[in-house]
């Protein structure tokens, strides 16, 4: 490789960076659209929230078997396959007209689409490059991924504001048209696999266990089906672990598994998998409730709220790519406990500032905190789990990781979120009380009302409300809000708290001059 140039050597890695790029940037641009998308979808805030967290639900549920169907198909046809299918999801949810639309189209097939693309990335870049060429390629595809992150809120503010979230969606289609016609800079690889040979047993428990956790702490929102929710939760939780108890079993048959369990036996690769995901669960709750924050008390738009967003933004953006230095003089494990603990002073900071006087200004110095502190944590933590490994089994120790970062985004998606909604729920109630504006109203219809109205981001006008007390119910529903972040970010506080004990147990990798 090292005699080639232009665009014969760095094809591939163009590719690649133009599909990675696309498939971050999509959740991003989601968080800071979720006003406009209320509005004209005439949907609710807790329905955004459970899109957002079955596209990463999807993710999670079929990393695994679309890291297996590289085998069966082929690299380079799976790629295409995943290329098509997200073409198809981009171009429906730019043409979504109600919440169930959208669903479909960014959700699933969208989501399915980034199930086969995402494996391949890393493949074709291992198979394209070596030495010296191949860590530059990495670096620029983890920059790259970072930089979608990074800059995802500002590009999605901008078009939302400026024009229609639907665009978004649309130049996501420009691009999956220039990746399809670039393709042909892409390697194949023959199938090594027969379909009928795949753990389909595997990938049913383990989808379907997840599945029902995931839909379990959704309906915590549900006062009505809370009955039900220990069944979802435990259901789910019998099934994962029915799934590796299989998984055992087709090893022993001499079969091939969706996940080698042995794996999950070294200490650095089960606790890097549980502080990678709680380091993606925090941050994803983080860019949910933000936006929510922003857009329903403050009244600033999307674009403002993608400004808003870019300081912790750039934070994580530029310690995680800088942050692989410190590793030479301190020991990665430190850095990640580092992380942890910053990331917890971050929150602190950020509890206790929401109010109906909160501007977008005051969330900077703590975002910034918080975002140096989940940056340093990512920075580390990719490479100290899949070192774990060995080489043989890298392929399967990478799509764990994948798997568990992106459960991770969706459980933190609806655990922060609902509990933003359920501490609104019951803080309107007490509000309402201590107000004084309703009295002779039914209590629970008018918080009831009020919750309704919050959900659709206090757009139009509830039913229930007299006119005359309309403004003070914008108050109440404001302090609820307000209120609600605090409770929302205790959530965060006991994430990071397990994560950074957590970290503990992570081994210490001995180095010379360092500590």
Do not use: H
Request: charged letters at 15%.
């Amino acid at each position: 490789m090292e005699g080639q140039g232009g665009l014969k050597k760095w094809g591939v890695l163009v590719v690649v960076c133009l599909a990675i790029f696309i498939m971050v940037i999509d959740t991003t641009i989601m968080n800071v659209s979720i006003s406009a998308l209320v509005v004209e979808l005439d949907t609710t805030v807790p329905a955004i929230q459970s899109v957002i967290a079955i596209y990463a639900l999807i993710m999670a549920s079929f990393m695994l078997f679309g890291s297996r169907m590289q085998d069966v198909m082929g690299r380079k046809r799976a790629f295409l396959f995943g290329v098509v299918l997200y073409g198809i999801g981009t171009f429906v949810a730019s043409i979504s007209w109600n919440i169930g639309v959208l669903l479909v189209g960014w959700s699933v097939f969208e989501g399915v689409g980034a199930v086969f693309m995402m494996p391949a990335t890393a493949t074709f870049l291992t198979a394209a490059y070596s030495g010296r060429d191949r860590a530059v390629a990495f670096g620029v595809w983890g920059g790259v991924a970072a930089a979608g992150a990074a800059f995802g809120p500002i590009i999605g503010g901008y078009l939302t504001s400026f024009y229609s979230w639907r665009w978004a969606f649309r130049l996501e289609l420009l691009v999956v048209v220039v990746i399809l016609i670039a393709s042909v800079l892409l390697s194949g690889s023959k199938p090594t696999e027969k379909f009928r040979n795949l753990d389909f047993v595997g990938m049913a428990l383990s989808s379907a266990g997840l599945f029902l956790i995931v839909i379990g702490i959704l309906q915590l929102k549900n006062l009505g089906v809370w009955r039900a929710i220990p069944f979802f939760i435990g259901g789910g939780l019998l099934l994962l672990a029915i799934f590796f108890w299989w998984e055992r079993r087709v090893r022993r048959a001499g079969g091939v598994p969706l996940v080698e369990t042995a794996l999950f036996g070294d200490r650095m690769f089960l606790v890097g998998n549980l502080v990678g995901s709680l380091q993606t669960a925090v941050f994803a709750g983080f860019l949910f409730i933000i936006p929510v924050f922003l857009q329903s008390v403050t009244g600033i738009g999307a674009f403002e709220t993608g400004i808003a967003l870019l300081p912790v933004s750039m934070a994580v953006f530029i310690v995680s790519i800088g942050g692989a230095r410190f590793s030479a003089v301190i020991d990665s494990k430190y850095l990640v406990l580092i992380g942890m603990a910053l990331g917890i002073w971050g929150t602190v900071m950020l509890r206790d500032i929401f109010g109906v006087e909160t501007t977008a200004e005051m969330i900077i110095p703590g975002s910034v905190v918080f975002g140096i502190g989940m940056g340093l944590v990512l920075s580390q933590i990719t490479n100290l789990t899949l070192s774990a490994a060995p080489e043989e089994e890298q392929t399967d120790a990478s799509g764990v990781l994948n798997t568990t970062k992106q459960l991770g985004t969706s459980v933190g998606t609806a655990l922060i979120g609902v509990v933003l909604l359920i501490s609104i729920f019951s803080g309107l109630l007490t509000a309402v009380d201590a107000s004084g504006y309703f009295e002779g109203m039914e209590r629970e219809e008018i918080a009831a009302e009020i919750d309704r109205w919050v959900e659709k981001m206090e757009t139009g006008t509830p039913e229930e409300i007299p006119a005359p007390v309309l403004a003070e119910a914008e108050q109440v529903a404001d302090a609820s809000i307000s209120q609600a972040m605090r409770s929302s970010f205790d959530a965060i506080l006991a994430l990071l708290f397990i994560g950074f004990f957590a970290s503990f147990f992570i081994p210490r990798v001995r180095r010379e001059g360092g500590w």
